[in-house]
């Protein structure tokens, strides 16, 4: 059934805002933008957008979706058996979706679980967003998230884990640069894989055809995967001059993550409930991430909206709220709305989502207001007026 969403502002992804401006949309695809003048005889369902902007559903490039963002959701996960886990797993996409986020990008889940979640919403079983997997995080031994990930050391079985994962059915490859806050035993500033190992997987992927992603918080490892040819580089913390200017050169996307910390950072009750491995570290990570993306966006680089949804504090269903702490970060309002649209379509290769353009799937958020004045408009759910999937209402109690 036609349905035309019209009355208010229309920000498409990529241009300012424009007003006096009609969606249309048929079985789940966008099929007309048009002059309001054009829709005077429409006589199907109407969606009154009025006093609002009408917007692409937003896209998290970076969520773990067996995971629940418990102080030591590690430890939650463990404990699941692997039928819990899917079943949780699709509860929290589902959340996801409900808080105008209509596709995911899972950086790393457990025994390949999140495949199954993927295949039920992506397939339209269930309602959900569309969702993007890398399988088994690569890491080398005793590196970052070795308890779950595919441990591999040398060119050779790097190569061979990066085929692995291909071959169960990733999506893109996740490979880990450094070290991180959430493995025991490990320093965030460490590099891991050397760069000969690190290329070689990255190499290997776009061999397949397949995008590359890496887990890189110390300046050796975003250098390394960076100078690899990785295509993002996920949370980055501890970039440098030199980190910011190899990125730029070679087109590299930043996820920056700011939500991972951001509860952590403002709450000293939240912080100390959680594990001592994890609160010796935190001292020396807190509060880099936003100083990072500040010096990487004022050089011109490339931005991606993710959040790390899953890690401690960091919840399914307020993902949008990253967009808040990335303006208040330095990047304008209209950037940070493009990093969550267009630009994490691209980054995560979705050329029919992320933007409001005729053909593009149907996949929309309707917020008060305009988000390119007031940011809080798209990432507070409050002022989210309706989700579309695939021209479908999400229900709220999702």
Same mark, same amino acid.
């Given at each position: 059934m @036609?349905? !035309?969403?019209?009355?208010?502002?229309?920000?498409?992804g990529?241009?300012?805002?424009s007003?006096?401006?009609?969606?249309l949309?048929?079985?789940?695809?966008?099929?007309r933008?048009?002059?309001?003048a054009?829709?005077e005889?429409?006589?199907g369902?109407?969606i009154?957008?009025?006093?609002?902007?009408?917007?692409?559903?937003?896209i998290?490039?970076?969520?773990?979706l067996?995971?629940?963002?418990?102080?030591?959701?590690?430890?939650?996960? &463990?404990?699941?058996?692997p039928?819990?886990?899917?079943?949780?797993?699709?509860?929290?996409?589902?959340q996801?979706?409900?808080?105008?986020?209509?596709? +995911?990008?899972?950086c790393?889940?457990?025994?390949? =679980?999140?495949f199954?979640i993927?295949d039920?919403?992506?397939?339209?079983?269930?309602?959900?967003?569309?969702?993007r997997?890398?399988?088994?995080?690569?890491?080398?031994?005793g590196?970052?998230g070795?308890?779950?990930?595919?441990?591999a050391?040398?060119?050779?079985?790097?190569?061979?884990a990066?085929?692995?994962?291909?071959?169960?059915?990733s999506?893109?490859?996740k490979?880990?640069?450094t070290?991180? +806050? =959430?493995?025991?035993?490990v320093?965030p500033e460490?590099?891991?894989?050397? %760069?000969?190992e690190?290329s070689?997987?990255?190499?290997?992927?776009?061999?397949f055809?397949?995008?590359?992603?890496?887990?890189?918080?110390?300046? &050796?490892?975003?250098l390394?995967?960076?100078?690899?040819?990785?295509?993002?580089i996920?949370?980055g913390?501890?970039?440098?001059d030199?980190?910011? @200017?190899?990125m730029?050169?070679?087109?590299? %996307? !930043?996820?920056?993550?700011?939500?991972a910390?951001y509860?952590?950072?403002?709450?000293?009750?939240?912080?100390?409930?959680?594990?001592?491995?994890?609160?010796?570290k935190l001292?020396?990570?807190?509060?880099?991430?936003?100083?990072?993306?500040?010096?990487? %966006?004022?050089?011109?680089?490339?931005?991606?909206?993710?959040?790390?949804?899953?890690?401690?504090?960091?919840?399914h269903?307020e993902?949008?709220?990253?967009?808040? %702490?990335?303006? @208040?970060?330095?990047?304008s309002?209209i950037?940070a =709305?493009?990093?969550?649209?267009?630009?994490?379509?691209?980054?995560?290769s979705?050329?029919?989502e992320?933007r409001?353009?005729?053909?593009?799937?149907?996949?929309?958020?309707?917020?008060?207001?305009?988000?390119?004045?007031?940011?809080?408009?798209?990432?507070r759910s409050?002022?989210?007026?309706?989700?579309?999937?695939?021209?479908?209402p999400v229900? @709220?109690?999702?």
């Amino acid at each position: 059934m @036609e349905t !035309l969403l019209m009355g208010g502002r229309v920000f498409d992804g990529v241009n300012t805002p424009s007003d006096g401006t009609g969606v249309l949309v048929d079985g789940g695809v966008i099929t007309r933008i048009a002059p309001a003048a054009e829709f005077e005889s429409f006589s199907g369902k109407r969606i009154d957008t009025e006093g609002g902007t009408v917007m692409p559903g937003l896209i998290d490039c970076h969520v773990h979706l067996c995971l629940g963002g418990e102080g030591d959701p590690r430890a939650m996960r &463990e404990a699941m058996n692997p039928g819990s886990l899917v079943l949780s797993g699709l509860k929290r996409a589902q959340q996801t979706l409900a808080g105008g986020i209509t596709a +995911v990008r899972d950086c790393g889940g457990k025994d390949y =679980l999140e495949f199954a979640i993927r295949d039920a919403c992506n397939s339209g079983a269930q309602l959900g967003p569309t969702i993007r997997a890398a399988g088994k995080m690569i890491c080398m031994t005793g590196g970052h998230g070795n308890g779950i990930g595919r441990v591999a050391d040398g060119v050779d079985d790097v190569v061979k884990a990066v085929r692995e994962q291909i071959h169960a059915g990733s999506d893109f490859v996740k490979l880990m640069a450094t070290g991180g +806050v =959430l493995t025991p035993g490990v320093n965030p500033e460490d590099a891991h894989f050397t %760069y000969e190992e690190i290329s070689s997987g990255i190499h290997e992927a776009h061999r397949f055809n397949k995008r590359t992603a890496s887990h890189a918080q110390g300046t &050796e490892g975003i250098l390394n995967a960076t100078r690899g040819g990785v295509d993002s580089i996920e949370h980055g913390m501890f970039r440098t001059d030199e980190c910011v @200017e190899e990125m730029v050169k070679r087109g590299t %996307y !930043l996820v920056p993550t700011l939500a991972a910390g951001y509860k952590i950072e403002n709450d000293e009750e939240l912080r100390a409930s959680l594990p001592p491995f994890v609160l010796a570290k935190l001292g020396r990570v807190l509060g880099r991430s936003a100083v990072s993306l500040k010096l990487f %966006y004022d050089a011109g680089g490339k931005v991606a909206m993710g959040t790390d949804a899953g890690v401690p504090f960091c919840m399914h269903g307020e993902n949008a709220l990253e967009l808040e %702490y990335m303006v @208040e970060a330095g990047m304008s309002a209209i950037d940070a =709305l493009i990093a969550g649209t267009s630009n994490a379509a691209d980054l995560v290769s979705l050329e029919h989502e992320g933007r409001l353009v005729e053909g593009n799937a149907a996949d929309i958020l309707v917020v008060d207001g305009d988000p390119t004045d007031d940011i809080r408009m798209a990432a507070r759910s409050e002022n989210h007026r309706l989700v579309l999937k695939r021209g479908v209402p999400v229900p @709220e109690a999702l």
